[in-house]
């Protein structure tokens, strides 16, 4: 058995992370999924737990994949 891997999705679409979860489901045996829709749960979750991969949409209304990029530099 592998290490549990822990996934943040960056997303404000439900239908896509849902989409997007199942197909992580079927290449991982054992992971956490978290999914957020905002850039406040963003940094609160990667200030509270390690994270693994992070997947983010480029397009959100009030924040971007580049600026979550710049967050999550600054929290590693």
């Known amino acids: 058995m592998g290490k549990k891997i822990n996934i943040l999705h960056l997303e404000n679409q439900l239908a896509d992370a849902f989409m997007i979860k199942s197909l992580i489901s079927k ?31 480029y397009e959100l209304p009030d924040f971007s994949g580049s600026d979550a ?8």
């Not at 290449?27 to 992070?54: A, M, P, R, V």
């Not at 990029?69 to 590693?76: D, I, M, Q």
């Open 27 to 57: 290449g991982f045996g054992s992971f956490d999924y978290y999914f957020i829709d905002n850039e406040t749960d963003f940094i609160k979750t990667l200030e509270e737990k390690k994270i693994d991969i992070i997947l983010s949409d």
């Open 69 to 76: 990029l710049l967050v999550a530099k600054s929290h590693s």
